[in-house]
């Protein structure tokens, strides 16, 4: 019954307040699809070469020419 209620409630306010409400739930929308941006970027830069028993051994070469100064990794 109180949840009923509060629903309610809460889309009077809503009609009452179009323009804070836009605001707001943009707001949040925003908020939240950064945070999820966020945490999926983290999890991919956390198991990246996860897999591998030795991964702290694993070491990246980098190359480096003197005349254009540019730097690129080769295998």
Do not use: P
Not at 10 to 19: D, G, M, S, Y
Not at 64 to 74: F, H, K, S, T
């Amino acid at each position: 019954m109180n949840t009923k209620r509060n629903f309610l409630i809460t889309i009077r306010h809503l009609k009452a307040e179009k323009t804070n409400s836009v605001i707001s739930i943009l707001g949040l929308v925003l908020g939240l699809s950064v945070a999820a941006v966020v945490v999926v970027f983290l999890i991919n830069e956390l198991n990246y070469n996860s897999y591998f028993v030795q991964r702290d051994r694993i070491y990246r070469v980098l190359n480096y020419n003197d005349a254009d100064d540019q730097i690129w990794a080769n295998t």
